[in-house]
């Protein structure tokens, strides 16, 4: 491969890196082995016949389940040039949340883990018109390996950008679909125009490689991982996150640039001093973070040990809204930055006044462009002012219009990096004959940033010590995914509710903390 005169001169985007530097690497390690961007390039095109065969088009969606690997990247590129949207799921979805995720958004193709295939037997078929294919084998399944092998790898005809159609839990405890709109125009060029995502956290052009350890299916590691990708950093894939194997892997490959959440930066400080000393981590050149508030003592420690490498975004799939470079960070601890260019912060109170630098309100912005919830008409009008919208959060900006988090209005909990919101947990508890009423809150947990706690008052006349907790958490594991269960569980013989019927959440929360009960 002839290497660029200076890559900041050459077209970047990975389709037109594919189209100048097929032999570059795009991918380094994964379980999948490893890639050629026109390996990668060939395998997109491949999906993108097989998913059109299969009934896979704009306005019908493609959704895939799958571990850390290849298949991920390659449905995302797929999508991307050929006008669909993908739906990346997370693998601890339930049968339940699966079915509603699917009938909701129209998906057409469904690629799955064969070592989930067993999610298929609860869902009922019966008006859900989804083609299933297994990465990997499983009985009475088509895989997609033997899907494929009949489809060509040449450039699909009508190429047109595609992107995402994100799923997170609601706070009404329905499934919450962001499908952002498309971009028009050529192909090539629109992955060139994403390439400026990457730059804007400092991503080198063909200076990686680039850290893959978090789950993929999240938006924000697909953001981040394209955002490499895009720019000409080569993947090194990470099965699980373990934090030796991690440091070991940094110094192996002179790994350049990532993405990871603050559960991690705890998990690398857990380890012995010795341990931290005996690797080098002087490669390292940007590791965003973001998906969870950074305690300060924690990122404080990680820039000490990493240097000034580590940059902060704020925002989530409805948009983003701030950067917090490293040295702008150091200047300002605890805040997450200052507005990406185009977007507007305001931070306002109940009545939808805007407030002054150093006062807490709702935090809102203004991208310019904006957002839907599909077919919820409702859920988007909650949270949005005229074109301002709010990711459900307060703080407050200083004079220099860098944004500090106070809160988080809507008690949504963010553990291990994920957003759990408690209405929909507490909805599966209410319908336990056990439950007279429930509250579900986040805790401090020096791990996963929060765990979820559930304080329930019990029916009359039944007994916490008859197993109910045992009977919670087994009603629990057949409507919700594993990483929402609640890990702590208190009774309480009476709930405080407002009024309005609302719970006193935070003081509830302060109470038992104080008391040492969580």
């Known amino acids: ?84 949207h993908l739906i990346p799921l997370n693998t601890h979805l339930t049968a339940h949340e699966l079915d509603a ?5 129209g998906a057409a193709v469904l690629v799955i883990e064969s070592r989930l295939t067993g999610l298929l037997a609860d869902l009922d078929f019966d008006g859900l018109d989804v083609a299933v294919l297994t990465i990997g084998e499983a009985d009475g399944s088509t895989s997609l390996a033997a899907a494929r092998a009949g489809h060509p790898r040449t450039l699909p005809a009508d190429r047109s950008p595609g992107g995402l159609f994100v799923y997170t839990s609601g706070t009404t405890g329905k499934p919450k679909g962001i499908r952002r709109p498309l971009p028009e125009g050529d192909v090539g060029q629109v992955s060139n125009d994403a390439a400026v995502f990457g730059r804007a956290f400092d991503y080198r052009p063909f200076e990686g490689p680039m850290l893959v350890s978090t789950g993929m299916f999240h938006g924000g590691s697909i953001a981040y991982f394209m955002g490499g990708l895009n720019v000409g950093h080569a993947l ?48 390292l050149h940007s590791i965003v973070h973001s998906a969870a508030p950074c305690p300060r003592p924690v990122k404080e420690q990680m820039m000490a040990w990493w240097g000034p490498v580590i940059w902060e975004t704020y925002g989530g799939m409805e948009g983003a809204a701030t950067i917090a470079k490293p040295r702008a960070w150091l200047k300002k601890p605890g805040t997450v930055g200052r507005a990406v260019r185009g977007v507007q912060l305001v931070i306002l109170d109940d009545d939808g006044n805007e407030l002054p630098p150093g006062e807490v309100g709702d935090i809102y ?20 002012k005229g074109r301002r919208f709010s990711l459900g959060d307060v703080g407050y900006l200083d004079d220099d219009g860098y944004l500090f988090i106070a809160d988080r209005a809507k008690d949504m909990i963010i553990t291990g990096g994920t957003n759990v919101y408690p209405a929909e947990i507490e909805g599966v508890l209410l319908d336990h004959p056990s439950v ?39 009603h629990c594991k057949g409507r919700l995914g594993s990483y929402k269960i609640p890990r702590r569980w208190v009774a309480q013989d009476d709930l405080a509710r407002t009024e309005a019927g609302k719970l006193y959440k935070r003081k509830l929360r302060d109470q038992l903390l104080a008391a040492g009960v969580l």
């Open 1 to 84: 491969m002839s290497e660029p005169s200076h890559p900041w001169d050459r077209r970047l985007g990975f389709w037109w890196i594919a189209e100048d530097h097929p032999d570059a690497p795009a991918v380094i390690e994964s379980s999948d082995g490893a890639r050629t961007y026109g390996e990668l390039a060939g395998d997109a095109h491949q999906l993108v016949h097989l998913f059109r065969s299969l009934g896979a088009a704009p306005g019908k969606p493609v959704a895939v389940m799958a571990d850390n690997g290849v298949t991920l990247i390659e449905s995302v590129l797929a999508c991307q040039e050929s006008g669909m």
């Open 101 to 105: 995720i699917l009938r909701h958004s």
């Open 236 to 283: 090194v894939i990470l099965d699980r996150f373990d934090p030796e194997s991690a440091l070991a892997t940094i110094e192996h490959h002179r790994i350049s640039s990532g993405y990871m959440v603050p559960t991690q930066f705890h998990r690398f400080l857990q380890l012995p001093e010795e341990v931290r000393n005996r690797y080098d981590v002087s490669s």
């Open 365 to 384: 912005l203004d991208n310019g462009v904006g957002f839907k919830y599909h077919d919820d008409p409702d859920q988007t009008d909650s949270v949005h």
């Open 436 to 474: 007279h009423d429930v509250a579900v809150i986040g805790i401090p947990d020096p791990d996963w940033g929060e765990t979820i706690a559930a304080v329930v008052q019990l029916v009359s006349g039944v007994d916490w010590g008859d197993g109910v907790r045992d009977e919670l958490i087994a």
